[in-house]
Protein backbone atom coordinates (compact mmCIF):
# COMPACT_ATOMS: atom_id res chain seq x y z
CA UNK A 1 0.00 0.00 0.00
CA UNK A 2 2.93 2.34 0.88
CA UNK A 3 5.08 3.38 -2.59
CA UNK A 4 8.74 3.00 -0.59
CA UNK A 5 10.64 2.67 -3.89
CA UNK A 6 12.27 6.41 -3.90
CA UNK A 7 13.86 5.10 -0.35
CA UNK A 8 15.00 1.07 -1.81
CA UNK A 9 17.02 3.41 -4.36
CA UNK A 10 18.56 4.57 -1.62
CA UNK A 11 19.26 1.34 0.53
CA UNK A 12 22.94 1.08 0.17
CA UNK A 13 23.88 4.94 0.69
CA UNK A 14 25.33 4.86 4.13
CA UNK A 15 25.20 7.98 5.55
CA UNK A 16 28.61 8.24 7.55
CA UNK A 17 28.35 11.50 8.64
CA UNK A 18 25.70 10.79 10.84
CA UNK A 19 28.20 8.39 12.64
CA UNK A 20 29.05 10.96 15.08
CA UNK A 21 28.31 9.69 18.06
CA UNK A 22 25.19 11.35 19.50
CA UNK A 23 23.48 8.65 20.10
CA UNK A 24 26.39 7.42 22.45
CA UNK A 25 24.97 10.19 24.74
CA UNK A 26 22.07 9.27 24.96
CA UNK A 27 22.64 5.73 26.04
CA UNK A 28 25.17 7.27 28.63
CA UNK A 29 22.45 9.55 30.21
CA UNK A 30 20.26 6.64 30.37
CA UNK A 31 22.26 4.93 32.22
CA UNK A 32 23.35 7.24 34.18
CA UNK A 33 19.77 8.20 35.07
CA UNK A 34 18.67 7.02 38.53
CA UNK A 35 15.15 8.60 38.44
CA UNK A 36 12.30 4.96 39.17
CA UNK A 37 10.36 4.91 36.66
CA UNK A 38 7.39 2.99 37.70
CA UNK A 39 6.23 0.48 40.36
CA UNK A 40 8.94 -2.57 40.67
CA UNK A 41 11.78 -0.28 39.68
CA UNK A 42 11.60 1.67 42.72
CA UNK A 43 15.25 0.78 44.31
CA UNK A 44 17.81 2.16 42.22
CA UNK A 45 19.96 0.01 44.31
CA UNK A 46 18.75 -3.39 42.53
CA UNK A 47 19.91 -3.11 39.35
CA UNK A 48 18.45 -6.75 38.65
CA UNK A 49 14.71 -6.16 39.69
CA UNK A 50 15.79 -2.22 37.43
CA UNK A 51 16.36 -4.65 34.41
CA UNK A 52 13.83 -7.25 34.48
CA UNK A 53 10.84 -4.26 35.05
CA UNK A 54 12.67 -2.54 31.91
CA UNK A 55 12.83 -6.02 30.15
CA UNK A 56 9.09 -6.21 30.75
CA UNK A 57 8.54 -3.29 29.35
CA UNK A 58 9.98 -4.02 26.18
CA UNK A 59 8.72 -7.18 26.30
CA UNK A 60 11.71 -8.62 25.00
CA UNK A 61 15.07 -10.29 26.72
CA UNK A 62 16.85 -7.30 26.49
CA UNK A 63 16.46 -4.31 28.36
CA UNK A 64 16.57 -0.94 26.33
CA UNK A 65 20.50 0.02 27.57
CA UNK A 66 21.48 -3.75 26.11
CA UNK A 67 19.61 -3.11 22.71
CA UNK A 68 21.79 0.29 22.41
CA UNK A 69 25.09 -1.83 22.55
CA UNK A 70 26.18 -2.20 18.76
CA UNK A 71 29.52 -3.95 17.64
CA UNK A 72 29.51 -2.84 13.97
CA UNK A 73 32.77 -1.36 13.46
CA UNK A 74 32.65 -1.14 9.84
CA UNK A 75 28.65 0.05 8.93
CA UNK A 76 28.08 2.10 12.37
CA UNK A 77 25.12 2.04 14.53
CA UNK A 78 22.47 3.90 11.73
CA UNK A 79 20.72 1.73 9.24
CA UNK A 80 18.45 4.04 6.04
CA UNK A 81 15.31 4.30 7.43
CA UNK A 82 13.85 2.30 4.35
CA UNK A 83 14.63 -0.75 6.49
CA UNK A 84 12.91 0.55 9.49
CA UNK A 85 9.71 1.34 7.76
CA UNK A 86 9.84 -1.85 5.68
CA UNK A 87 9.87 -3.92 8.87
CA UNK A 88 7.18 -1.83 10.59
CA UNK A 89 4.52 -1.51 8.27
CA UNK A 90 5.26 -5.22 6.48
CA UNK A 91 4.71 -6.46 9.75
CA UNK A 92 1.24 -4.87 11.03
CA UNK A 93 0.07 -7.55 8.49
CA UNK A 94 1.05 -10.15 10.87
CA UNK A 95 -0.22 -8.54 13.76
CA UNK A 96 -3.67 -9.86 13.08
CA UNK A 97 -6.65 -7.86 14.91
CA UNK A 98 -6.08 -4.80 15.78
CA UNK A 99 -2.73 -4.54 14.83
CA UNK A 100 -2.12 -0.61 14.46
CA UNK A 101 -3.34 -0.54 18.02
CA UNK A 102 -0.68 -3.06 19.15
CA UNK A 103 1.91 -1.17 17.01
CA UNK A 104 0.80 1.89 19.17
CA UNK A 105 1.46 -0.40 22.73
CA UNK A 106 4.42 -1.57 21.27
CA UNK A 107 6.10 2.03 20.89
CA UNK A 108 4.68 3.27 23.89
CA UNK A 109 6.70 0.60 25.82
CA UNK A 110 9.92 1.85 23.96
CA UNK A 111 8.75 5.38 25.28
CA UNK A 112 7.96 4.12 28.58
CA UNK A 113 11.60 2.57 28.75
CA UNK A 114 13.58 5.95 27.47
CA UNK A 115 12.79 6.96 30.66
CA UNK A 116 12.40 10.66 29.67
CA UNK A 117 11.04 13.63 32.45
CA UNK A 118 10.64 16.26 31.06
CA UNK A 119 9.30 18.04 27.40
CA UNK A 120 13.20 19.30 26.61
CA UNK A 121 14.43 15.19 27.29
CA UNK A 122 11.90 14.19 24.51
CA UNK A 123 12.55 16.90 22.58
CA UNK A 124 16.25 15.67 22.52
CA UNK A 125 15.45 12.20 22.29
CA UNK A 126 13.46 11.80 19.12
CA UNK A 127 16.11 14.23 17.74
CA UNK A 128 19.06 11.98 18.57
CA UNK A 129 17.36 9.08 17.70
CA UNK A 130 16.59 10.45 14.31
CA UNK A 131 12.97 9.72 15.16
CA UNK A 132 11.91 13.61 14.25
CA UNK A 133 12.06 17.15 14.81
CA UNK A 134 9.02 17.83 17.99
CA UNK A 135 7.59 21.15 18.38
CA UNK A 136 4.61 21.94 20.93
CA UNK A 137 2.30 24.04 18.95
CA UNK A 138 -0.03 24.09 21.91
CA UNK A 139 -0.33 23.26 25.20
CA UNK A 140 -3.82 24.37 26.71
CA UNK A 141 -6.72 23.38 26.33
CA UNK A 142 -5.67 20.51 24.52
CA UNK A 143 -1.38 19.15 24.37
CA UNK A 144 -0.75 19.70 20.54
CA UNK A 145 3.01 18.16 19.05
CA UNK A 146 4.01 18.77 16.13
CA UNK A 147 6.74 16.09 14.44
CA UNK A 148 8.30 17.14 11.42
CA UNK A 149 11.09 14.86 9.16
CA UNK A 150 9.26 12.20 10.66
CA UNK A 151 11.46 8.87 10.35
CA UNK A 152 7.82 6.76 9.66
CA UNK A 153 6.56 9.08 6.91
CA UNK A 154 8.36 12.03 5.45
CA UNK A 155 8.21 11.83 1.92
CA UNK A 156 5.47 9.36 1.59
CA UNK A 157 2.61 9.94 -1.22
CA UNK A 158 -0.83 11.21 -0.04
CA UNK A 159 -2.81 7.80 1.40
CA UNK A 160 -5.21 9.62 3.09
CA UNK A 161 -4.35 7.42 6.40
CA UNK A 162 -2.64 8.47 9.41
CA UNK A 163 0.76 6.00 9.42
CA UNK A 164 2.67 7.03 12.18
CA UNK A 165 0.99 4.11 15.17
CA UNK A 166 4.53 3.62 16.55
CA UNK A 167 5.77 6.91 16.77
CA UNK A 168 2.73 8.05 18.53
CA UNK A 169 2.72 5.11 20.78
CA UNK A 170 6.64 6.37 21.40
CA UNK A 171 5.65 9.98 22.37
CA UNK A 172 2.55 8.17 24.67
CA UNK A 173 5.11 6.34 26.36
CA UNK A 174 7.48 9.65 26.90
CA UNK A 175 4.92 11.64 28.07
CA UNK A 176 3.12 9.23 30.56
CA UNK A 177 6.35 9.34 32.37
CA UNK A 178 6.71 13.27 32.18
CA UNK A 179 2.80 14.01 33.25
CA UNK A 180 2.44 10.90 35.04
CA UNK A 181 -0.59 9.94 34.39
CA UNK A 182 -2.52 7.93 31.37
CA UNK A 183 -2.31 9.18 28.03
CA UNK A 184 -3.88 8.49 24.92
CA UNK A 185 -2.26 10.31 21.64
CA UNK A 186 -4.13 10.87 18.41
CA UNK A 187 -2.38 11.42 14.76
CA UNK A 188 -4.07 14.08 13.31
CA UNK A 189 -2.22 15.00 10.85
CA UNK A 190 0.19 12.97 8.93
CA UNK A 191 2.71 13.16 5.84
CA UNK A 192 1.09 10.11 4.67
CA UNK A 193 -2.41 12.44 4.33
CA UNK A 194 -0.40 14.79 2.10
CA UNK A 195 0.56 17.11 5.22
CA UNK A 196 4.10 18.62 5.89
CA UNK A 197 3.90 17.37 9.13
CA UNK A 198 2.65 14.98 11.64
CA UNK A 199 0.32 16.17 14.41
CA UNK A 200 -0.79 14.24 17.60
CA UNK A 201 -3.14 15.66 20.27
CA UNK A 202 -2.78 14.21 23.61
CA UNK A 203 -5.61 13.26 25.34
CA UNK A 204 -5.63 11.83 29.05
CA UNK A 205 -8.79 10.22 29.46
CA UNK A 206 -11.18 10.66 31.75
CA UNK A 207 -10.43 15.03 31.08
CA UNK A 208 -12.13 15.09 28.10
ZN1 LIG B 1 2.66 10.59 10.40
Do not use: W
Not at 67 to 85: A, E, I, Q
Not at 173 to 194: H, Q, Y
Amino acid sequence: MVDISNFLKKIFKLKKDREDGNLEKVQMATNTRDQQDEKGDTDPSNKEEKSKSTYKRLCLPLNYEELSRVDRPTLGRYVDVVVFRAFVFSIIKYLGFNSTHKIYSAGKGFGKSLRVRTMDDLIRYFRELGIGIVEVVEKNPVLRIRIYESVFCSGFPNIGECVCHYERGILAGCLENILNKKVEVVETRCCACGDDYCEFEVRIPGER
